[in-house]
């Protein structure tokens, strides 16, 4: 057996759902299961070529990059903004999707604002803007105490979503990711967190977070699960999605077709099962219509020479 490259596994993942999911990106379910997503599409929804990722990837690889070399807000910052107001780091040149609380947040990184002040605040700002772009985290912060852990998921974060529900969902996030990279299986991993995170999550948003904590989530019917903008829904909907399939294109195929936030329910779910299953497992037709796939493998090259030497 190979190597694992646990970057590659996390990137590869997170951009591949996204692209399965920008064609479709608003749909309903209803109209998904009378025309279900089985691979690769062109077009739809933002008139895109087969292989286009979004803003989620966008950003992943923002923070990625950051990580390459010193962990600095202030960098990250300043991609985030190069991202918005020039295209950087997009496969074709141009933003065609961006949500609400971020594009404000990053308004004011354009100020002289200090980056972890810039992010929403209210409890409507807790849409799954931070969620879908903070993977990458994971590979600094893996051999960190906890609480050192919580603070990093807090900082980088807060650049355009500060709320305690945003934070507090990209750490159990992180902390699944964590498990699994430490060699857990996809089932104890969430076992894991479950048992650990209903110990150390006690602030005041915690509670939010007990259906997910609770142990029960993958019993839940699929009619409880919801693949909207909304954080808390997006987090359950992909461990939901992981836990209930049994390969990195049934997870992510399932996470599209819940319907609604196709592309970052896919990116969320797509990080997890990289992770579980190995990029190799992710089909060829889909790596190989993958935008900016070049710039993507150095990315990856650059940030596992930087965490793992
Ligand atoms: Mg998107």
Not at 162 to 187: M, P, T, W
Not at 201 to 226: C, M, R, T, V, W
Not at 242 to 263: K, M, P
Request: glycine letters at 8%; one cysteine or more; hydrophobic letters at 40%.
């Amino acid at each position: 057996m190979t190597e694992r490259n646990f970057i590659k596994d996390a990137l590869l993942g997170v951009a591949t759902g996204d692209a399965l999911g920008v064609p479709v990106e608003f749909r309903s379910r209803t109209s998904l299961i009378k025309d279900p997503v089985t691979g690769m599409r062109g077009y739809g929804t933002h008139r895109q070529p087969a292989g286009t990722w979004s803003d989620d990837s966008s950003l992943t690889f923002c923070l990625a990059e950051m990580l390459c070399g010193q962990y600095d807000l202030k960098n990250l910052a300043n991609r985030f903004v190069n991202w918005k107001e020039y295209s950087y780091w997009t496969p074709h040149g141009n933003v065609f999707d961006i949500g609400m609380t971020t594009a404000e947040a990053i308004m004011r990184l354009q100020t002289s604002i200090q980056p972890t002040l810039a992010g929403g605040t209210t409890e409507g700002s807790n849409g799954n803007g931070s969620l879908m772009r903070i993977l990458p985290l994971l590979f600094y912060i893996k051999d960190m105490p906890i609480e050192q852990r919580f603070k990093h998921v807090q900082e980088v974060s807060s650049l355009t979503h500060a709320h305690l529900r945003s934070v507090n969902a990209c750490f159990i996030y992180l902390e699944l990711a964590l498990a699994i990279l430490n060699g857990q299986s996809k089932d104890d991993a969430y076992k894991t967190v479950c048992h650990e995170l209903t110990d150390f999550l006690q602030n005041e948003e915690a509670h939010h977070f007990g259906d997910i904590l609770s142990g029960q989530l993958p019993q839940y019917p699929l009619e409880k699960i919801h693949g909207t903008g909304y954080v808390l829904r997006t987090l359950e909907a992909a461990i939901w999605c992981l836990l209930n399939t049994g390969s990195y294109s049934e997870a992510v195929l399932q996470a599209v077709n819940l319907g609604n936030d196709t592309d970052t329910t896919a990116a969320v779910t797509g990080g997890l099962a990289g992770l579980v299953y190995g990029w190799e497992t992710i089909p060829a037709d889909w790596l190989n219509v993958l935008a900016k796939r070049d710039a993507i493998d150095q990315l990856i090259a650059n940030l596992q020479a930087k965490i793992y030497g």
